[in-house]
Structures are given as structure tokens and as C-alpha cells.
């Protein structure tokens, strides 16, 4: 199904790419496609009695396609406040909208509730924020601990390294994505981390 088609089934509109407010700790807007969000759903990772905690949720795609696929409950936080304001206009028109909620929050100041235990991450910002955002998610498992799966779609060797050192962390499995796509991408994938 086309990238539109979905958009029109939920009822939102995430299509197409925002680099106004990048940086070199922020990166651009860019939806994850919706044939990777459907090998995630349909991996059994997540599913209704989850909370997801989606970092730079961007317009929401994720959120709402998850939230319809699996019934999980979502949250999406997005330091863009343009860009959050799209996301906030589509839970207005999404059929879907009482499971997703969303917050314009800096990811390294946000604590993450006690609910979540499943979070997703599309490359959304440097290293240096992923180490403060592995900080904040680490105090809420000691906080409460519980079972939190970590997804890092298209992960940059950058993150996998970083990740690989944090004790608490245990890689868990990957969902091969390279066949959605022409070429041979390494990055095409999914990798799962269990805290």
C-alpha cells in the first residue's frame, strides 16, 4: 500500500521530509515507511497492553499506524514545536487518536512514565542526546522495573556501538528490512535491545 493510502486510511498526513530545524544534534523530519512499521507490527513485539514511547514522533505516523495495528497505547514527544503542531492536527482527524498522545519536550529532559515498555527510535537525534535519552530510560527501569524492548530502525553504527556498552542492555533480536527496498543496505533493519 502506497504511502498515501495509509495517511488516508488513518486519517493523517505525514508524507514528505522537514530539514528546517535541523542540526547536528537534531536530525530532519523523515516518516519511517509504512512497509517497515508493518514488519514491526506483525513481529508480535508489541501489542495491546503496551505503551510505546516513540522519540521524535515527527507528525505522528508511528504512533497512530502502531496504535491501529497492535491497539498499544502511544506516546510521541517531538522538540520541533512546527512539526508538533502536525502531529497534534492529526490526532484531531485520526480515527485513532484516544490511544496517542503527544508532548513538545526536549528527549534528554523528558522522564519516561512507568507505563512504557516498548520505545521507538528512527535515528532522531546525535549520540550525545541518545546517551542523556539511555540515562532518563535507565532511572524510570530502576524506578520500576520491567521488561522494555528498544527499537532502532535504519541505526547507525554510531548508536549500535553506544548501545553495546550499556550494561543494562542486551540485544534481543533484528527484523531484516533489506528486502522492502532495491539494493543492499545494512541499515535496512530493525534492531531490538531488551532492558
Keep these: 500500500m502506497k504511502e498515501e493510502k495509509w495517511d488516508k486510511l488513518l486519517q493523517i498526513r505525514t508524507t514528505g521530509r522537514d530539514d528546517s530545524h535541523a542540526d547536528q544534534y ?3 523530519y523523515e516518516p519511517t515507511p509504512y512497509p517497515v512499521l508493518e514488519r514491526l507490527a506483525n513481529g508480535g513485539y508489541i501489542r495491546k497492553g503496551n505503551t ?21 497505547r502511544s506516546i510521541g514527544i517531538e522538540y520541533d514545536e512546527r512539526i508538533y503542531e502536525k502531529a497534534v492536527e492529526n490526532q484531531n482527524m485520526s480515527s485513532v487518536s484516544g490511544r496517542v498522545t ?20 528512527f ?10 535519552v539511555i540515562s532518563r530510560i535507565r532511572d524510570s527501569y530502576y524506578e520500576a522495573p520491567r521488561e522494555i524492548l528498544l527499537f532502532f530502525y535504519y541505526p547507525s553504527d ?6 553495546m556498552t550499556v550494561n543494562e542492555l542486551t540485544f ?12 543492499k543496505d545494512s541499515r535496512e533493519r530493525i534492531v531490538i535491545f531488551k532492558m
Excluded at 512507568?114 to 527510535?121: A, G, K, N, T, W
Aim: negative net charge.
Design 26 to 28: 537534531r536530525y530532519p
Design 102 to 121: 503527544f508532548q513538545a519536550v526536549d528527549a534528554g529532559e523528558f522522564p519516561v512514565p512507568e507505563s512504557v515498555d516498548r520505545i521507538y527510535f
Design 52 to 72: 510505546l514511547l516513540d522519540y521524535g514522533c515527527g507528525k505522528g505516523r508511528v504512533d497512530f499506524f502502531l496504535s491501529w495495528q497492535t491497539r498499544c
Design 158 to 163: 554510531e548508536y549500535i556501538s553506544f548501545l
Design 123 to 132: 535515528n532522531p537525534f546525535s549520540l550525545e542526546i541518545l546517551q542523556k
Design 172 to 183: 534481543y533480536d533484528e527484523i531484516d528490512c533489506g528486502d522492502l527496498y532495491d539494493g
